[in-house]
T-cell receptor, first 116, second 114 residues
């Protein structure tokens, strides 16, 4: 079975450029999460979607960050303009529909972003 | 809101030795509890989970964890560590009856000496 697929795996860009990270969740999973991992702050939840609808984006650091989920099989996280402090590993995770919802997450391998 | 504390940033053990990684949580009711492992350059993989029932849960790769309500703990154990167990380990807690979105600890880095 295919897991959560993220692209690109590595991205190096210059300050001010637009960055788009992509995620394909596991088929049939109804929740999708974007996390950011840094040494300083650990694993931070940025936003999550339930049935393609954004539920909580309180973790999005600022207006430069935006996320979309146009359908059940695709999501993007966009940073525009990017800054060096955005350098991190960005993880996408999905979660199946369970009753009750237990929050078990399936992670992708991450996208390592370096902003110069 | 729930929270998780992993008091050890780094743990070093010799190959073949036993391992215990500590996790303490804060939540007013019975939580959902998870341990994830992250190998270098990889995403997080679920090792084991506790939802209810038997407080000693078995996971993959020979790991187990015990839920102790009185101590608000969910420590991860392995009787004999292999060099391939070197990785970052994350404890996470979700709230039964509340926000199920798990809260992650800061992680414990396991170093295995030959």
């Amino acid at each position: 079975d295919a897991g959560v697929i993220q692209s690109p795996r590595h991205e190096v860009t210059e300050m001010g450029q637009e960055v788009t990270l992509r995620c394909k969740p596991i088929s049939g999973h109804n929740s999708l999460f974007w996390y950011r991992q840094t040494m300083m702050r650990g694993l931070e939840l940025l936003i999550y979607f339930n049935n393609n609808v954004p539920i909580d984006d309180s973790g999005m650091p600022e207006d430069r960050f935006s996320a979309k989920m146009p359908n059940a099989s695709f999501s993007t996280l966009k940073i525009q303009p990017s800054e060096p402090r955005d350098s991190a590993v960005y993880f996408c995770a999905s979660s199946p529909r369970t009753e009750p919802n237990t929050g078990e997450l399936f992670f992708g391998e991450g996208s390592r972003l370096t902003v110069l | 809101a729930q929270s998780v504390t992993q008091p050890d940033i780094h743990i070093t053990v010799s190959e073949g030795a036993s391992l215990e990684l500590r996790c303490n949580y804060s939540y007013g009711a019975t939580p959902y509890l998870f341990w994830y492992v992250q190998s270098p350059g990889q995403g997080l993989q679920l090792l084991l989970k506790y939802f209810s029932g038997d407080t000693l849960v078995q996971g993959i790769k020979g790991f187990e964890a015990e839920f102790k309500r009185s101590q608000s703990s969910f420590n991860l154990r392995k009787p004999s560590v292999h060099w391939s167990d070197a990785a970052e380990y994350f404890c996470a807690v979700g709230a039964q009856g509340g926000s199920y979105i798990p809260t992650f600890g800061r992680g414990t880095s396991l170093i295995v000496h030959p």
